[in-house]
């Protein structure tokens, strides 16, 4: 079972920027759909970027296009956070689906495997 940790959270300035990471224990994860998401307290869980198993399609959150990329970094998932806004304040989970995902898909349900999150805090 993949096991996954993510990294890089931490207390941000408006407007600034994060590289968040997600890796699997001796497990590259080049082959398999991927995602990030996040959850505020009280609030539902968000897709915020995904990317297919071959890396041909990715899906992003309209409140997030043209400030976040996801991409894939020597066996590893990462999520670069730019212009960053107080709202995006939250809980990020990384997020493992199936090799056989091909299309990016920002569906929970297609994840079954998660991460315990890393914090992200926008704030001055």
């Known amino acids: 079972q993949l096991q996954l940790e993510e990294s890089g959270g931490g207390l941000v300035q408006p407007g600034g920027s994060v590289r968040l990471s997600c890796a699997a224990a001796g497990i590259a994860l080049d082959a398999y759909a991927v995602g990030w998401f996040r959850q505020a307290p009280g609030k539902e869980r968000e897709g915020v970027s995904c990317?297919?198993?071959?890396?041909?399609s990715t899906h992003s959150a309209d409140s997030v296009k043209g400030r976040f990329t996801i991409s894939r970094d020597n066996g590893k998932v990462d999520l670069e956070m730019n212009s960053l806004k107080p709202e995006a304040t939250a809980v990020h989970s990384c997020?493992?689906?199936?090799?056989?995902?091909?299309?990016?898909?920002?569906?929970?349900?297609?994840?079954?495997?998660w991460g315990q999150g890393t914090q992200v805090t926008v704030s001055s």
């Open positions: 990317m297919g198993s071959t890396g041909a």
């Open positions: 997020a493992v689906g199936s090799i056989w995902i091909v299309p990016s898909t920002c569906n929970p349900p297609a994840y079954a495997y």
